[in-house]
């Protein structure tokens, strides 16, 4: 947990260095904390918040310039919204979200007070948690097992010469894809219908990979988390010789909120 070593009276700051805006949180102190974790770049300084009323922007000394979305800056603007998410509830800002100075942040929070707050209590004592469901190679074994005339017809074909059953192999290609993409429409609607009751939300990303079932986020409410984590070990120890579950708790709501702030609008 990152440590709150000073507070903040006032950093009206002489430097020409704009803010870069990780989060916003809501407060409950005069004196919003600075964090002991350090921003998207080497010298950047640490994480420290702007506030107004009883919501604060979390901010680092930054340049005023685009980043490049590359892994090493998408995994600092990550990391240090996940070190504040273990103290406060956090609205994630769009990534590379630079405003030229202190004002500008705060003119920020004044005009868009009402929304800030309005999410803020909305995401309260909500988690994101992520699962992805893949394939295990053993599915095409799975597949032949099951579907019976794949498997006639691939055992027809095992002794004939590959030259002359150019077409026929190929169609098997087509009909081992079609039977992959139905049995992971079978598996992913039962591994939704346990889920889904316990998500407040849940948003349903690209699958990448041919093997990939899901690759979901669901919004869950803290009280439940532990019976979404029994699920989740049930759905292993059924379907594990087949299935592999990657599981991922208590991420930021990048998924559900993730505030698109255009710093020259205000």
Not at 197 to 204: F, G, S, Y
Request: hydrophobic share 35%; net charge negative; charged share 30%.
């Amino acid at each position: 947990m990152p440590q709150v070593i000073e507070t903040l009276n006032s950093r009206e700051t002489v430097s020409k260095e704009g803010k870069y805006i990780y989060c916003i949180i809501a407060i409950d102190s005069q004196e919003p904390p600075i964090f002991d974790t350090t921003g998207i770049e080497d010298g950047a300084g640490e994480l420290y918040t702007i506030s107004y009323n009883d919501i604060a922007a979390v901010v680092s000394d930054s340049p005023i310039k685009r980043y490049s979305f590359a892994r090493d800056n998408l995994i600092s603007h990550e990391r240090a919204i996940e070190e504040v998410m273990k103290i406060y509830t956090v609205l994630p800002v769009r990534f590379g979200t630079v405003a030229e100075n202190e004002q500008k942040v705060r003119k920020i929070l004044q005009k868009d007070y009402d929304k800030f707050s309005v999410l803020l209590k909305d995401i309260e004592g909500k988690k994101e948690l992520g699962l992805k469901a893949i394939f295990k190679e053993d599915i095409y074994g799975h597949i032949l097992d099951k579907y019976e005339d794949i498997k006639i017809l691939k055992e027809v074909l095992q002794d004939m010469s590959p030259s002359k059953t150019h077409r026929q192999r190929m169609e098997i290609g087509k009909m081992v894809e079609g039977a992959l993409q139905s049995e992971k429409e079978i598996y992913q609607k039962d591994i939704l219908s346990g889920l889904l009751p316990l998500a407040e939300e849940v948003k349903i990303n690209n699958n990448y990979g041919e093997l990939m079932i899901l690759n979901a986020a669901f919004l869950v409410r803290k009280h439940r988390e532990r019976k979404f984590d029994k699920i989740i070990q049930h759905l292993d120890e059924r379907y594990g010789d087949i299935i592999k579950f990657k599981y991922v708790g208590t991420l930021p709501p990048f998924n559900f909120v993730n505030l698109a702030i255009s710093t020259g609008e205000y």
